[in-house]
């Protein structure tokens, strides 16, 4: 089965514009997370979408806006791009109601490596 | 505070060495706890959960200690394979669905 896919992988733009970023959970996945990775830091919580809603928000501005479609597959906007939202934008799927004792597990994609000039 | 934290490291250790890592979370109405391991400029996998009775997967052992709101990840007979940074990951009772991450605590293993 295939794994979490994300596109693009690599992505340069200049500051002010505005970019996608798109994900494909695992077949099955109705939750789809999305965080952004600094060099040296650890990931951290942007969006979580489950059924097509919004179920938590990070502490990230107004610039970031998420959609999940009914085929739960997402995408990731940023818009007005500054040099620090430079980092890779991680997309994670997981299969929420899991009657496993420890739900949540989350499974990544490899991710998109976003530049801003 | 943040609400997860781990030592950054690096930790350097010789094959055959065995290795702790800790890391502490601020709230304690915490439900799930993680081990992600991340390799160099790939995405985080999951490596293990934790679980309140500490669980084990061949040369890994997680312990949960909820009193002093902690989890630790042991690594017996490191292999230069383990070389990677590991992640902790808590996912609060509450604040909907959201997994934190700590920094990572990177792992270089030599020969």
């Known amino acids: 089965d295939a794994g979490v896919t994300q596109s693009p992988t690599h992505l340069i733009k200049t500051r002010g514009q505005h970019v996608t970023l798109r994900c494909s959970p695992i077949?099955?996945?109705?939750?789809v997370s999305w965080y952004q990775q600094v060099l040296g830091q650890g990931p951290q919580f942007i969006f979580q979408?489950?059924?097509?809603?919004?179920?938590g928000r990070g502490n990230f501005p107004d610039r970031f806006s998420a959609r999940q479609f009914p085929n739960y597959s997402s995408e990731l906007n940023v818009n007005a791009l500054l040099l620090g939202d430079s980092a890779l934008y991680l997309c994670?799927?997981?299969?929420?109601?899991?009657?496993?004792?420890?739900?949540?597990?989350?499974?990544f994609g490899e991710g998109s490596r976003l530049t801003v000039l | 505070r943040k609400e997860v934290e781990q030592d950054p490291g690096p930790f350097n250790v010789p094959e055959g060495a065995t290795v702790a890592f800790n890391c502490t979370y601020s709230?304690?109405?915490?439900?799930?706890f993680f081990w992600y391991r991340q390799d160099c400029r790939k995405e985080p996998k999951l490596l293990m959960s934790?679980?309140?009775s500490g669980n084990e997967d061949g040369r890994f052992t997680a312990q949960l200690n909820r009193a002093s709101q902690y989890i630790s990840l042991l690594i017996r007979d490191s292999k230069l394979s383990d070389s990677a940074t590991y992640l902790c990951?808590?996912?609060?009772?509450?604040?909907?669905?959201?997994?934190?991450f700590g920094a990572g605590t990177r792992l270089f293993v030599k020969a």
């Open positions: 994670a799927s997981s299969l929420v109601g899991s009657r496993r004792l420890n739900t949540g597990e989350l499974f």
């Open positions: 077949s099955g996945h109705k939750s």
């Open positions: 979408y489950y059924e097509k809603e919004e179920r």
């Open positions: 709230n304690s109405a915490s439900q799930s």
């Open positions: 934790v679980y309140s």
């Open positions: 990951a808590v996912k609060p009772n509450t604040g909907g669905f959201k997994t934190i």
